[in-house]
């Protein structure tokens, strides 16, 4: 989730081919115990995904039981700006510095105190196709936060230890993230992401958040933000004959929520939090109906007796199953996948130029030469109307010219741009004019379909 041909000039000129349009009316948008033995190291070829180990779950208790014991020996808990917190980081900085990663912590200011994330990047790998997993470290002020969110940041850091075992070399970058301050409001991702240059927003390929996947009285919901990355999370619970849901319940609220608003395809796993299971929740997966997910969620009961094995076990395999498939080559989301601006901006009547913006983030290579370009304009005169779309290096295509003898009200069209020569990732833009007086107009909207 052929029509007009367009040249470009870089000299600040519009060369118009042709110009043809389709009205979008009717068109349909296609997106649709004891560590393990360390396995035999894996090497992957373009576009053929190693299969991902077995997540062993004793390591990844073993973890739990280690930020357990830290909670408990830090006034109970690992909040943002508590001891607690920081011996967290610190215990999986260790693991991750031992294993060959590279690591840095990146510091930020809430609420008068340091918060801290951790960044760990494997070596090698595409560094212009970044695929990276994360996970909230911090709990709240009230407990452990063993299922929230020790169980994905578990995971996570047991998934970057199988890679170190397994040495794999993926086609992409591989990074991992473990953020702070979650637990105030996405702080410690948002300190991330706003530090990231448009440049190197643009190299990321995806990101895979994992919060809260090991409930008590669990479901099993998928991020239904990127297509190709739900597809690999649904494909891999429907090999285990487990049906899956959309999640709903956490939409926007954890770390996934920052990339996602900067144009990064994000996905991820959830396994439930304060709604209750419902009977046909709990006849799909077991459990209790009538009951929440996690009774236990931002309570001082979130302990190691607050986790479900199976879902832990289960998520965490999947956790490794998306990085050894999504890290390999073949992952570029699907032609046809849709990129969309839904605010309407009015447009001034015989004004300046006003622009809609659209981050375009995880292709690879250059725009396609038949990229579509769909436009809804409302308006009361179209001739008057100029439209431009302008790619992330500035140059213009000129979509559509003013014409007084074009009297019809509105612009609901699609175009096909040839922007081949233009690399995909970046903030492409539309740029819409009236160019004459009497008549006012909105842009309500406007998509790319590469």
């Known amino acids: 989730m052929t029509l007009s ?18 009205a979008v009316t009717g068109l349909l948008a296609t997106t649709a115990g004891a560590t393990a033995a360390a396995p035999a190291p894996t090497r992957t070829t373009a576009g053929a995904a190693a299969a991902a180990p077995d997540i062993p779950l004793a390591n990844v208790k ?15 808990n690992r909040a943002h700006g508590r001891p607690g917190y920081k011996a967290s ?31 760990a990047d494997w070596p090698g790998g595409d560094p212009n196709k970044v695929l990276m997993a994360g996970a909230h470290l911090d709990s709240v002020s009230s407990g452990a936060g063993i299922n929230d969110n020790g169980s994905g940041s578990a995971a996570v850091l ?30 410690g991702s948002k300190a991330y992401v706003n530090s990231l240059p448009s440049t190197e927003r643009t190299k990321f390929a995806g990101y895979l958040n994992f919060d809260m996947i090991g409930s008590p009285n669990p479901g099993y919901f998928v ?32 770390d996934h929520a920052p990339f996602k608003a900067v144009g990064i395809p994000v996905g991820g796993l ?38 479900n094995d ?28 849709d990129y969309e601006n839904t605010t309407p901006v009015a447009i001034p009547d015989a004004g300046a130029a006003v622009t809609s913006s659209i981050p375009v983030a995880g292709r690879t290579g250059n725009a396609p030469a038949t990229l579509k370009v769909s436009v809804n304009v409302k308006h009361t005169w179209r001739g008057d109307v100029v439209i431009d779309l302008l790619a992330p290096d500035g140059t213009a295509y000129r979509l559509k010219n003013s014409s007084s003898g074009d009297s019809a009200d509105d612009i609901v ?18 740029r819409v004019q009236d160019v004459a007086a009497q008549d006012t107009g909105t842009l309500n909207s406007w998509k790319l379909t590469f």
């Open 89 to 119: 980081i610190d215990y999986v900085k260790a693991k991750l510095d031992a294993a060959g990663f590279t690591t840095s912590l990146q510091t930020f200011t809430a609420s008068g105190a340091t918060g801290y994330n951790l960044i």
């Open 62 to 76: 073993a973890h739990l039981t280690q930020l357990s014991q830290i909670a408990a020996a830090n006034g109970g």
């Open 413 to 430: 069209e699609t175009y096909t741009v040839n922007a081949s020569s233009e690399v995909a990732n970046g903030t492409w833009k539309l």
């Open 270 to 307: 959830f396994t439930g939090a304060s709604r209750t299971k419902s009977a046909a929740q709990a006849q799909k997966w077991g459990g209790t109906s009538g009951q929440a997910f996690d009774r236990c969620y931002h309570s001082s009961c979130d302990s190691l007796t607050n986790i």
């Open 310 to 337: 199976t879902a832990l076990d289960r998520n965490s395999d999947a956790v490794a199953h998306a990085l050894w498939t999504l890290s390999t080559g073949g992952t570029t989301p699907p032609g046809g996948t």
């Open 158 to 187: 047991e998934t970057a230890l199988a890679v170190s075992r397994a040495q794999l070399k993926p086609d992409k970058h591989l990074r991992f993230g473990w953020w702070g301050a979650e637990e105030l409001g996405l702080l």
């Open 5 to 22: 041909t367009f040249t470009r000039s870089r000299s600040g000129t519009l060369k118009v081919a042709a110009v043809s349009a389709l």
């Open 223 to 254: 991020y239904d933000d990127d297509p190709a990355i739900e597809k690999t999370f649904k494909d891999y619970y429907a090999g285990l004959g487990v049906p899956t849901e959309i999640e709903t319940e956490g939409d926007g609220r954890s």
